[in-house]
């Protein structure tokens, strides 16, 4: 008899314990279908702690058609991207993806259940760029990140886009990636982030980001 294919629904489900349980460890936080540059690609999971990790799955039964631009996007934004297939895909993925990903087999166990397998970990990115990194934020945010970085607000018409581009301008990737990966963290669905200045100006500061979330 032969295996059964693995499906993309419980390929999901494995990686989403398995990356719960890292989140756990290290205090960071599991997103999944995360829109990236301003929606126009998704992350199947993406684990945010000091870094942001991105997680692609392709089961026995997807294709590689759509990938080709989800690996250029992928590449600006993410410190690392591991790709995670059934093992009809696992050992031509060694090939076809870039050599910094990591790549992950799904293999199925006599009881049924999946176990994951590291075939290669993933390496530092070294093409990440920091206006699509700045793009992960609401306007909210990119308003207290700039406030913070400049002790002042930034202009009241700026779009949430400019914003960003102020953001990738002014910040080095490191500052950048701090402050990204720390308001991931603390974001819940409807909640605002508060902005504070070290200034007389906070309360109007807040009363402002109060009124920006884009």
């Known amino acids: 008899m032969s295996t059964p294919s693995i ?12 990356l719960l349980a890292d989140a756990a460890k290290s205090g960071g936080r599991l997103f999944e279908e995360l829109g990236i540059e301003g929606g126009e690609a998704r992350v199947d999971l993406a684990l945010v702690d000091t870094q942001l990790s991105a997680f692609e799955l392709k089961s026995d039964l997807d294709s ?18 591991t790709l995670v297939t059934g093992p009809v895909y696992s050992e ?36 990440q760029d920091r206006l699509s ?26 779009t949430k886009f400019e914003l960003q581009e102020m953001l990738a301008r002014e910040l080095s990737m490191r500052t950048l990636r701090e402050a990204v990966t720390s308001l991931l963290r603390k974001r819940q669905l409807g909640f605002l982030p508060s902005t504070s200045l070290a200034s007389d100006g906070a309360s109007d500061a807040v009363a402002f980001a109060l009124n920006c979330l884009a």
């Not at 993309?8 to 398995?18: G, Y």
């Not at 990903?101 to 993933?122: E, M, N, Y």
Request: with cysteine.
């Open 7 to 18: 499906t993309e629904r419980e390929l999901r489900q494995a990686v989403r314990s398995r």
């Open 64 to 81: 590689f058609s759509r990938l080709h631009n989800q690996i250029h996007a992928y590449n600006r934004v993410f410190d690392r991207v």
């Open 92 to 127: 031509a993925s060694l090939a076809l993806m870039p050599a910094w990903w990591g790549v992950w087999s799904a293999v199925r166990r006599t009881d049924g259940t999946l176990a994951l397998r590291v075939l290669r970990k993933p390496k530092a990115n070294p093409v």
């Open 133 to 158: 990194l700045a793009m992960l934020l609401w306007r909210a945010e990119c308003i207290e990140t700039l406030a913070s970085h400049r002790g002042e607000l930034p202009p009241k018409r700026a």
